[in-house]
């Protein structure tokens, strides 16, 4: 290939920078982001031409714009860009030229690029978790101005007994106009939320992925639901091990000479993955299957790491369930 391109995205402008095959920059110009300035630097370069850039903020306009156009898109690993985190000169013209060179050089720390199906399956999964979490911030919030006024009853304040209990009290103002706003939110919530939880399971229905992984314990439909758009192409990974390594679930490791120390998990790779995980580990530990390894890990290490050590040997069974799926249909994702 005669050209290589390295684009340092940002969130609304984006350094280009074009290198020949023997490393001199012919282009190197920042541009406002969008179809028609990106493709007035690089829309006159040889289709197939290949194009480096990081994982940042907002990438997936470019690699729809570079899968259209005929270019080669490659989405660089940023925490493994050392020649770009390490650098004593760092500035856009020079994080985009060295994402070229490395191209170049097939010194490229790659990151696997998700096809648009599984993007927007992560999106609408995302979403439905973020609707949950702010449904949960809001009912927090109506529990912390009822213990104000020391208000307090044994069932739940958001059935329909509860939003009865919750009209007869006798609040002061402000506090009866906060509770009264906040329940307009959460009802408006509502409707989102149930909207997405018919239409997510009805997806995952005669999918063998989602049926091999509700066996396990703790996962439910929408767990596996997370766990297959998360992962992915499950073939990327040759063992389970690399998988719960990706996933952040591994201890990370300080070795010299004859010293090892083991740390806390590296928190690496999907944050999504890592939170359904520890989630069904919850309901997992107390399984038959997982009861006596967890019950052995929380005496010796405490409750939380032996919930996460869980989650981790979830994640291996996980991985080994998806892969007999793969090798019986023969594609990943194969219905």
Sequence with gaps: MSVYVGIDVHRKRSQIAVVN?????????NVPNGVKTVLSVIGDLPIGAPVAFE??????????????????????????????????LKNDKVDAATLAQLLRADLLPEAWIAPLDVRQQRALLRHRCQLVRLRTLLRNRVHAV??????DRPGGYFTAPGRAWLEGLDLPDASRRVVEDLL??????K?????????????????PRIRVLTQLPGVGTLTALVIVAEVGDIT??????????????TPTVRGSDLTVRHGHISKQGSDWLRWILCEAAQTAKRSPEFAAAYQRLAHRRGKKIAT???????????????RAVQDQCGQPGVR
């Design 55 to 88: 994982a940042a903020y907002g990438w997936g306009w470019l690699v729809e714009l570079l899968e259209d156009y005929g270019f080669e898109p490659h989405l660089v690993h940023p925490l493994r860009c050392k020649a770009i985190a390490s650098a004593r």
């Design 308 to 322: 996460t050590a869980i989650a981790r040997r979830l994640l291996a069974r996980a991985y080994h369930l998806l």
């Design 146 to 151: 009822l213990a104000d006024h020391g208000c």
């Design 21 to 29: 095959h023997g490393g001199a920059v012919q282009v190197n110009r």
């Design 184 to 189: 307009v939110l959460m009802d408006a919530l």
């Design 236 to 249: 990327r990974f040759p063992s389970a091990r690399k998988l719960t390594a990706w996933a952040g679930l």
């Design 191 to 207: 409707e989102p939320i149930d909207v997405l939880d018919r239409q997510l399971p009805a997806q995952a229905r005669g999918d």
